[in-house]
């Protein structure tokens, strides 16, 4: 079983759409997760870092479930410009602990 | 303007040949990384540092090296003796271990691509 798993998509869904990714971890002792975004071809970007409360940032919402293992990212009404790949995740427990990253969710957002 | 630089931007190499890839940061991180991305696949670690003149083998640092003489510069060199070298790599870099931030979050270069011909 991978680490951090996320279905890879692609999520088509028209501009305005509003849209969720989920992502599971395997590792309980993993502390701390982010989502990034990827443009083709270029590199990741980071899009949010995922409090325990759970964040927002715009239109843009994260939330963290332990007792399930998952992280979620919800996106309200989808613009074209954020067709991209995010990717999920996750870094075990110390400053010093390495990322593990999920293949990425492919959204293509349409007209 | 602070970041991370990566040249060159796109390499071609014969078999047989090691090539250096630089990475060049001016964030004052104490941390870098270098990641291979193959399609379909996450983000895999080869080396990283979390400080000048120590470094760590990553998930799959076999045909490759590195070296951390400056805080700024993490090279990574990929050796003749990597048998599937064709990737997208990336350089990243976090303040590291003696910085303020819980998160650690990892800031990326823009990419070499290496294409073995």
């Known amino acids: 079983r991978k680490e951090v798993e996320q279905d890879p998509g692609p999520f088509n869904v028209p501009e305005g759409a509003t849209v969720a990714f989920n992502c599971t971890y395997s590792?309980?002792?993993?502390?701390?997760f982010f989502w990034y975004r990827q443009d083709c071809r270029k590199e990741p970007k980071l899009l949010m870092s995922?409090?325990?409360s759970g964040n927002e940032d715009g239109r843009f919402t994260a939330q963290l479930n332990r007792a399930s293992q998952y992280i979620s990212l919800l996106i309200r009404d989808s613009k074209l410009s954020d067709s991209a790949t995010y990717l999920c995740?996750?870094?075990?427990?110390?400053?010093?602990?390495?990322?593990?990253f999920g293949t990425g969710t492919r959204l293509q957002v349409t007209l | 303007d602070g970041g991370i630089t990566q040249s060159p931007k796109y390499l071609f190499r014969k078999e047989g040949q090691n090539v250096t890839l630089s990475c060049e940061q001016n964030?004052?991180?104490?941390?870098m990384y270098w990641y291979r991305q193959d399609p379909g696949q996450g983000l895999r670690l080869i080396y990283y540092?979390?400080?000048?003149?120590?470094?760590q083998k990553g998930d799959i640092a076999e045909g490759y090296s590195v070296s951390r003489e400056k805080k700024e510069s993490f090279p990574l060199t990929v050796t003749s003796a990597q048998k599937n070298p064709t990737a997208f790599y990336l350089c990243?870099?976090?303040?590291?271990?003696?910085?303020?931030?819980?998160?650690?979050?990892?800031?990326f270069g823009p990419g070499t691509r290496l294409t073995v011909l």
């Open positions: 590792n309980s002792a993993s502390q701390s």
């Open positions: 995922v409090y325990s």
């Open positions: 995740v996750g870094r075990g427990a110390g400053t010093a602990s390495k990322l593990t």
């Open positions: 964030l004052n991180h104490d941390a």
């Open positions: 540092s979390q400080i000048v003149n120590d470094f």
């Open positions: 990243a870099s976090s303040i590291g271990p003696s910085g303020m931030s819980t998160y650690n979050e990892q800031f």
